[in-house]
């Protein structure tokens, strides 16, 4: 009589210990698990897919303010607490996690045009058109007291932006001269001028804290040293940049947002052509401010959006608007870079998320494991028609798409005629200008 | 002034008279300053004296005139007395000198001058901008140069696999216990007693919170000779509970083999001792080696080598299926012959000979074909390997060769499984995969080797016999099909699409299950002919032989041999078309130069021929756009599994899935056109028709898309690494600006006040200097 029997080794099964984790027997021989291309690429269609129908990165709308919001500002302790400026000098401060305003200060007569918070937190200055610059406590007045700046400097002229230091008692202001003041002073420390043009924002680079970038109306982009108190480079644009944001994790480089609806990032020890130029704006580029990781920035425009551009590409990833949103003047990435905030012309501050379909709250480790997978999957199968069209489209407003298609036609048209010309010249007299170096009119030393 | 000077004195030295007036002039400060060492009344004496001197001299009547004429420029004389003598004459510095050159101390002045004489004029100062402008310069290379330190850690940060944020690691502050304590004030009752009775027991606050008596006991013995001893006793306890297990544990065992290793190892242990018992006692030595001969004798007359045991006899039946229990047997038997040997030592060789002829008695074939297979690396494998050519030899001789096709399949079968049983597990994994990954590539090269060394003529005549075999299968197939199932109908549509390569995901026909009896039976021959290896053309040669001869079998096959031959009749009929494709214009041109041309272009293009080339391309094309078999057989189901096991035939027969066949090739009938039939467009669709931009060649692309990344293929630990996110941030951490110190590096500025607090414009001032000192700097 034959038995038949199956045997197993308990060895391939049993735990040794019982804190041991189960053994799972998985095998990875590759003709059990076939199809692996095909099946990877469904999963990544998918979680495209699934990364479309979850992107909703509208979060809420601070409303308050009874003009339209000029400035805003971080706080450099907390995460939830944020500063805004309005046309008609209302200063408030919101609580971001209750999205609520915690107090409100009629700080200026007419706009506010600039606002920054100390490094420290404790303090925040604001300068608007009665040519003053405000210093204020962040903490409200006591029960009782009244609402007072702790100091208050009258100047001669507006100063339309300020910025502070983010190491030292130094703060810089510009208006018609970049003057650099120490906060316990009420004349500054050294003001710096290059030509006589009104000067809009100035910028302290957070890395290297002695450097300060400027733009003016004259089309030109100043960087300074402050420590030997002169001006260093100068390079003119095409059209007039509105204002700076330096990045956070490279000292040397910069982002301009210009009116010529496009971003220009520089280097700032070769300003003659820009690292890269970042066009999908419609309409002039108001503000700009880098993510806290330095990969990516986010820009407000006129044209009534906001768009995320990783720093190394020339094309934007995202773009957010609403119906209600008007022309945005103002944009700030979180300190987390987990959020951005945009003032815009109709008196609502917006909160969006920075990736439109991430899963806030805590994730578990599945969870944490499936959306790396799916990340890289996306990444991996980019390439691919089908996910690429899946993954660019996005909704826009008629008149932005309309403006797209109308610019596209002038591109070409421009173009066009430039290759002809080309054609019908002397070999040489006209060169190809690269798009780079298109936009930049002069470096001056 | 100096000018003024030296006319004075050249005047001096040409008149002695106006020397006189002359010296007193030039009493003034120059003579302070030179000769300080005469003293005043020295001097007068002297003057005195030279007044007279030159008073006698003047009694002369030449040095009147010469007075006289000497005395006309003296009408030009200015207020101060002095002559213009000589200011045509351009006066030389060294000239001033001269007058002076013995006296040492003048060397000073001589080198004042010199310098004086060498100094250029002071050029005009730079305008206000150009400054500016230069300043700006230094100023930029400078902060350039401050920057560019920056570049490796950009470089890196960009380059970075992964980024977590935020960068600085934050230190978890913990507050002292003092501190806390210090700021703490009992409030409640509770907390006051609680107090109190740390208080009452002294508790320290401070760092070896001890209290005193805690103190005194570990005064007693000290830390570390207590975990010593400690340390010691353990050590103690653990050996004597591992012993004490081991001996029970070794109680135990009941395993016959492991008592037998036990005694092996015991014997050879004693064996050693004996050594060296030998050459340290001798005598001792002598007892013991008796002891030993009589153990030996004892274990001789036990027969219990020999193979009459019912263990021997159990063994001798098992070895045939197993490795272990042959070897047993073998381990016996050299025993038993070690142990009858000694004594028949005078006549050993022809003991010899009866011992071999024993075993092959005793012992089963099955070991003798080990013996002889011996140098094979798995003797097993080749067991199995020589009984299944047998079989197939049993089965072959009845019935009728396989078709060619059947033949193909079975290579393919047959190169993979020795793979699965050589090699390693993961490295056959990989193998596999790489396998998998050109399917085409691999299928097409390993006939192209086996065949290569045939004839070419019996290539293409092969070739032919299975496209048209394939084709009027396929056709038998659907005439059956038609017949027996109405309802499918629709199939001949489903096969119009060729089958699908695994890169084109969507469209996936699905086999049918093979079914008809003459299949199965096909099959069959398929899985007994695995492993034999006959030469082709044989098997070509012997068909036509051996169909007619020795068939009882059903009319299905009868019929489908029929057809066989008729095929082999096509096939002569048509080889010869084929050849003159390969030459076809020779016929057509008559001219002998032209004929010559061709020859010598023949003599040259000897080697490569391009039309050959092109038929097997062809035909490789052809063969891997056939669509294959599913084997769906999984060993062990049911029955026996293991190593060198294969599933039955029945079982394999079953769970074959037979790949449909698909419409015929469009350049079935265009003998110099491959048609790539691959191209789908549905599948298009969804494949990048671009390379992408960071990828330089396609293989590079499609290798990055190939590797898959997720958990089914990879392991917990490659996945994870697979897919790590480049940049990490962590929910309510504040991001803070990278610094210098952050990436190790001081920071630029100790104060960037420093420099603003001083006056701009001193500082300016000062750059000024500096620049003029340098202006390239």
């Known amino acids: ?445 | 002034m100096c000018k003024n000077e030296a006319e004075k004195m050249n005047a001096t030295s040409a008149e002695s008279l106006l020397a006189l007036r002359q010296q007193e002039l030039v009493d003034l400060p120059k003579d302070y300053l030179l000769s300080t060492s005469d003293d005043e009344g020295d001097s007068d004496g002297e003057r005195k004296h030279q007044k007279l001197l030159e008073a006698i001299s003047s009694l002369d009547g030449k040095n009147r005139r010469k007075l006289a004429e000497r005395s006309e420029p003296s009408l030009k004389v200015s207020e101060f007395n002095i002559s213009s003598e000589g200011t045509r004459e351009k006066l030389v510095l060294s000239d001033l000198l001269q007058p002076t050159k013995t006296s040492s101390s003048l060397a000073t002045v001589k080198k004042q001058l010199s310098r004086v004489k060498s100094k250029k004029t002071v050029e005009l100062p730079l305008n206000k901008e150009e400054v500016a402008r230069i300043h700006r310069e230094v100023a930029f290379s400078k902060t350039s140069q401050v920057l560019s330190k920056w570049d490796p850690i950009v470089l890196k940060n960009r380059k970075a696999e992964q980024l977590v944020f935020p960068l600085e690691k934050e230190q978890a502050a913990f507050a002292p216990i003092e501190h806390v304590l210090s700021g703490w004030k009992a409030r409640t009752p509770l907390e006051q007693e609680i107090f109190d009775v740390l208080h009452k027991n002294k508790q320290p606050v401070t760092d070896p919170l001890l209290t005193p008596v805690e103190k005194a006991s570990l005064k007693a013995m000290s830390l570390e000779e207590a975990k010593m001893r400690r340390a010691e006793l353990q050590r103690a306890r653990a050996l004597q509970s591992y012993y004490e297990a081991k001996a029970r544990r070794e109680k135990k065992i009941k395993s016959k083999k492991y008592h037998k290793v036990v005694k092996k190892g015991k014997a050879k242990k004693a064996v050693k001792d004996f050594e060296t018992l030998q050459k340290v006692d001798p005598s001792a030595a002598l007892e013991e080696l008796e002891k030993i001969e009589k153990a030996r004798m004892m274990e001789r007359m036990s027969l219990k080598h020999q193979n009459s045991g019912k263990w021997a006899k159990s063994k001798a039946i098992m070895a045939k299926y197993d490795l272990e229990a042959r070897q047993a047997i073998q381990e016996q038997l050299a025993k038993n012959k070690e142990l009858t040997q000694k004594l028949q030592a005078a006549s050993e060789s022809e003991e010899e000979e009866g011992d071999v002829e024993e075993n092959g008695l005793l012992v089963p074939d099955v070991v003798h074909k080990v013996h002889m297979n011996a140098n094979e690396l798995n003797p097993w494998m080749q067991r199995s390997c020589t009984s299944d050519a047998k079989e197939a030899e049993i089965q072959k001789d009845p019935e009728q060769l396989p078709e060619p096709v059947a033949h193909q399949d079975s290579e393919s079968e047959g190169e993979e499984s020795p793979v699965e049983e050589e090699e390693t597990l993961l490295k056959e994994f990989e193998e596999r995969r790489s396998l998998r990954k050109r399917p085409e590539l691999n299928q097409d090269a390993e006939p192209a080797g086996h065949q290569e060394a045939q004839d070419a003529s019996s290539q293409e005549v092969l070739s032919e016999l299975r496209a048209l075999s394939w084709k009027l299968n396929q056709e038998n197939h659907q005439s059956r099909k038609q017949k027996g199932n109405s309802t499918r109908a629709v199939l001949p549509v489903q096969r119009e699409e060729p089958a699908q390569e695994e890169e084109e995901p969507l469209l996936l026909q699905r086999p049918e299950r093979v079914q008809t009896l003459e299949e199965l039976e096909e099959l069959g021959k398929e899985g007994c002919l695995q492993n034999t290896e006959l030469p082709r053309p044989v098997l070509q040669g012997q068909e036509t032989e051996r169909n007619p001869d020795d068939q009882p079998g059903a009319p299905k096959k009868r019929k489908r041999k029929e057809q066989m031959i008729d095929l082999q009749k096509l096939l002569t009929t048509k080889s010869p078309s084929v050849k003159s494709l390969a030459a076809p214009t020779t016929m057509e041109m008559e001219d002998e130069e032209e004929r010559d041309q061709k020859q010598m272009i023949k003599e040259a293009f000897a080697g490569d021929d391009v039309i050959r080339d092109f038929l097997k391309e062809k035909r490789e094309a052809v063969e891997a756009s056939k669509p294959k078999d599913v084997d769906l057989t999984l060993p062990g189901w049911g029955e026996w599994g293991g190593v060198g096991l294969q599933p039955s035939a029945k079982k394999r027969r079953r769970f074959l899935i037979k790949a449909p066949e698909g419409p015929p090739r469009k350049d079935k009938n265009l003998p110099n056109v491959i048609i790539n039939e691959k191209r789908n467009i549905h599948a298009a669709a969804h494949q990048v028709h671009v390379l992408p931009y960071p990828f330089t060649h396609h293989h590079q692309f499609e290798r990055t898309i190939q590797t898959p990344i997720g958990s089914t293929w990879n392991t917990q630990r490659a996945f994870q690494k697979l897919t790590t996110p480049k940049v990490v941030t962590k929910p309510g951490h504040i991001i803070k600006p990278i610094k210098a110190e952050d990436v190790g590096y001081r920071s630029s500025s100790r104060s960037d006040l420093s420099m603003v607090q001083r006056n701009p414009k001193q500082l300016s001032v000062r750059h000024k200097k500096q620049l003029k000192r340098n202006p390239v700097d």
């Open chain 1, 1 to 445: 009589m034959k038995v038949k029997m199956l045997s197993r080794n308990p060895d391939n099964y049993v735990r040794e210990t019982k804190l041991d984790i189960q053994r799972v027997p998985r095998n990875y021989d590759p003709t059990l698990h076939p199809f692996e291309v095909p099946r990877e690429y469904v999963r990544a269609l998918n979680a495209t897919k699934l990364e479309r129908v979850f992107a909703k990165p509208f979060l809420a709308s601070l409303d308050g303010h009874r003009d339209g919001v000029n400035c805003l500002a971080k706080h450099p302790k907390s995460l939830a607490t944020v500063l805004s400026g309005a046309c008609d000098g209302e200063v408030k401060i919101w609580n971001l996690t209750n999205r609520k305003c915690i107090r409100t200060i009629q700080a200026h007569e007419g706009f506010v045009r600039g606002i920054c918070t100390r490094f420290c937190g404790t303090s925040f200055f604001t300068t608007g058109d009665d040519k003053t610059v405000k210093q204020w406590k962040m903490d409200g007045p006591g029960y009782g007291e009244e609402e007072e700046p702790l100091h208050t400097i009258l100047g001669k002229t507006v100063y339309t932006g300020i910025d502070h230091h983010w190491k030292e008692a130094i703060f810089a202001t510009c208006g018609q001269q970049v003057d650099i003041w120490d906060e316990q002073r009420t004349s500054p420390i050294c003001s710096m001028t290059w030509g006589f043009d009104s000067i809009s924002s100035v910028k302290f680079n957070p890395i290297e804290t002695f450097l300060l970038g400027s733009c003016a109306s004259d089309r030109n982009i100043v960087l300074y040293d402050m420590r030997q108190a002169t001006p260093l480079k100068k390079v003119i644009l095409d059209m007039r940049t509105n204002t700076i944001c330096w990045n956070p994790m490279e000292a040397f480089i910069f982002t301009a947002a210009n009116e010529d609806y496009n971003l220009y990032t520089f280097d700032m020890r070769a300003l003659d052509t820009p690292v890269m130029v970042h066009m999908d704006h419609v309409s002039a580029v108001l503000d700009v401010d880098f993510s806290p990781t330095g990969k990516e920035f986010v820009s407000a425009s006129f044209d009534k959006s906001i768009r995320i551009f990783p720093v190394a590409r020339s094309r934007s990833r995202e773009v957010y608007h609403t119906k209600r949103m008007q022309h945005v003047i103002c944009v700030k990435w979180t300190s987390d870079s987990k959020y951005i905030m945009c003032g815009s012309d109709e008196m609502n501050i917006r909160l969006w998320k920075a990736n439109a379909s991430e899963k806030l709250g805590v994730l578990t480790s599945r969870e944490k494991a499936a959306r790396d997978y799916n990340q890289k999957l996306k990444e991996k199968f980019k390439h691919h028609p089908q996910i690429k069209r899946i993954a660019r489209h996005r909704h826009l407003p008629k008149s932005i798409y309309s403006q797209i298609q109308e610019q596209r036609i002038m591109k070409e048209a421009r173009r066009r005629k430039e290759v002809n010309r080309r054609r019908h010249s002397k070999p040489g007299s006209v060169p190809v200008v690269s798009e780079k170096e298109k936009h930049v009119v002069a470096v001056v030393k």
